[in-house]
Nanobody
Framework: QLQASGGGLVQGGGSLRLSCKVS????????WAWYRQAPGKQRELVAR???????DYADSVKGRFTISRDNAAIFFHLQMNRLKPEDTAVYYC??????????WGRGTLVTVSS
């Protein structure tokens, strides 16, 4: 249902754009989100956008990351600017439908070198 892409290796201060393709019952999705999990740490919410287009961000990424989705809700993205080594993690795209069922994509690794 969800397929993430766009991870890779980038130098500190650089940018990456992650994308997630949504297939299946796109019209039932109400929340689109990105999570990340760094080595030895718990998975955490990075950014979330609702059908009402009100994005939320983790404090650690505010002002640097932007979540967006296309009008057809086929793709949603995470633009990551001014990346820091502490942003290194496996990033997961996720979605929730109006029955509160969660969907997860496979992770994509983002590595930020110092």
């Amino acid at each position: 249902q969800l397929q993430a892409s766009g991870g890779g290796l980038v130098q500190g201060g650089g940018s990456l754009r992650l994308s997630c393709k949504v297939s299946g019952s796109r019209s039932s999705i109400n929340i689109w989100a990105w999570y990340r999990q760094a080595p030895g740490k718990q998975r955490e919410l990075v950014a979330r956008i609702t059908r009402g287009d009100s994005p939320d961000y983790a404090d650690s990424v505010k002002g640097r990351f932007t979540i967006s989705r296309d009008n057809a809700a086929i793709f949603f993205h995470l633009q990551m600017n001014r990346l820091k080594p502490e942003d290194t993690a496996v990033y997961y795209c996720a979605a929730q439908d109006h029955w509160f069922k969660d969907y997860w994509g496979r992770g994509t690794l983002v590595t930020v070198s110092s």
